[in-house]
C-alpha cells in the first residue's frame, strides 16, 4: 500500500519533471549537462582505479600513494584500469550475439541468390550449415562465460575486504547478468542472454585468445610449442644453471606471455627459480589467469568462425581440448598484467636473470625501447641472459623493422654477446606453425631466429 503511494509519487514528479523539462529550453540544457557529468564522474572515478595482478585487487592509486607505484606492483606505473579490464569483459560477453549475427549476414546473403540457387543449397544443406554453425558459436560461447564468471569471482574475492568498491563490482557483475549474495557470484537467470553489442572493439582479439588457449594448453599445438619450449629449457638447462649449484638467485622473466603456457612450462620445469609473467593484452591475460586456477578441461572449437580453405565442415566445427586439469598452481609463478617495459622486479641481488621471449620482439613499436627495457634489467642481477625465438614479422607502425643481421649487429653495439645465434628457415625440415589449423587449405608457418645473448656492458 505504501509502497504503491510512493510509486505514484514519484511518478507524478516525473511528470512534472518532463513537462517542464519539454517546456523550458535552458533548464532542459542544465539538466543535460548535470547528467552528463554525474555520468563523467562515475566514469572518470573508474578511470583512477587501478587493477593489480595477479590478484586483481583494486586500489585508488591517487589515494593509495603520491607518484611511487613500485611498492603495489612490479608494474611499475600506467597499470592497467578497471575499465581496460570491464570493456575486454564485455567484449567476451558480445561473442555469442556477434558471432551468431555474423552467421545471420551470411544467412541473409545467401537468401539473395535466386529461386534456382537457393533449392540448391537447400539441398546441399548450406542453411542448415550455418545454423549448426551457431550451435559451435554457443558452445565457445559456454567457455567464455566460465571465464567471465571466474574473472568476476577472483574480483569480488580479492575485494570482498574493500567496501568502497562494493558498489562498483555488484555494477560489473550486474552487466554480466549476475548478483552477489554472501560474497558469492549468484546468476540471475542461465538461458537469459545479454545481447548488449555496445563494444566498439573487433572480435578477433576474442577469437584470438580463445585459440591461444589452445595452442598453449592442447596436445593438438604441442606441434607448435615444443620446439620453442626445447630450445629455452635447453639453454638454460646447459647454459645458465651452473652444474650442483642449486643455492644461485635467478629470476626468469616472460615478456608478451600470452595466455602463460610457456611461463608455466618454466615454472613447472626450474621450481626453483621465480618466474614472472607480463601481458599487456587483458583478453590474454584473462585467459592466462583462467589457464591457472580453473582446474577443468575446457572444449573449444577454435576454426568455428574459419569459413575459407574448409575441406569439410566437420574439420571447422571440430574442438580441441585445453587440458587445463594439468595445469597446477605454482607458487614461483607471478603471471602480471600490464607493459612489459614498466616492469621491474621487486628484489635486487639476483645472480641471474633470464629473458625468455618467445614470438614478441617483432610486437614492438619501438624495439630500441624494447632492448632498453631487457637491458634495464641488468641494475637487478650479476649476469643477464636472453633467450629468444620466434620471427620477425613485425606488428603495427613499427618505428623500425631490422633483419635479422641489423638485429644482431645492434645488440655488438649496444653490448650483447652472443652464445648462439640460427635460423630455422628450411621448409624441408618443418617451420613453425602460429595458431596453424593443420586440417586446412591455408597453413600459415614461420621461420625462426633463435638467440642465446648474454649482456656484456
Ligand atoms: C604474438 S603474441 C605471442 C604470445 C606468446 N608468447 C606465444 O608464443 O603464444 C605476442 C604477445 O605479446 C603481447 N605484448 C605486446 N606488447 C607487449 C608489451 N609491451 N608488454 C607485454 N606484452 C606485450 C601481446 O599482447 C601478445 O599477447
Known sequence: MVSSLASNIILALVVVLMTLLRQNKPLQKWFVSYVEKLLS?????AQKVSVLSPSLKLVDVEKSISADQSNL???NYQIPTLPD?????????????????????????ARQLNGISEDQLQKLGYFTKLMKNNEGIRENARVIDKIIEFTLGKLIHSNEHDEEFTEEIEKICAEHGYKIKDGHLIQLNPDFVFPIVSSRGSQSVVHEALAHLCRDFSSYYSVERDPLQNFIISRINHHVISAGDMKEKILIV???AGVGGLSHTLATTFPKIQVDSIELSALMYICNLFALEYKHDVKIR?????YSCQTVFDNQLRSLSADLSKVGHRSNLDPLWGDFTRYSPISKDYDKIIICSAYFIDTAENMFEYLSSIEALKKYCKELHWVNVGPLKYGTKPLVQFTGDELSRLRKIRGWKDLVEEYEVDSSKGLNGYLTDYESMYQGYYGLLKFHSVFES
Open 41 to 45: 564522474r562515475k566514469s572518470n572515478l
Open 73 to 75: 606492483s612490479k608494474i
Open 85 to 109: 579490464l570491464t570493456g575486454n569483459l564485455i567484449r567476451l560477453h558480445e561473442y555469442r550475439a556477434r558471432g551468431e549475427g555474423y552467421n545471420g549476414l551470411l544467412f541473409r546473403r
Open 302 to 306: 577454435p576454426f568455428v568462425q574459419q
Open 254 to 256: 616472460t615478456p608478451g
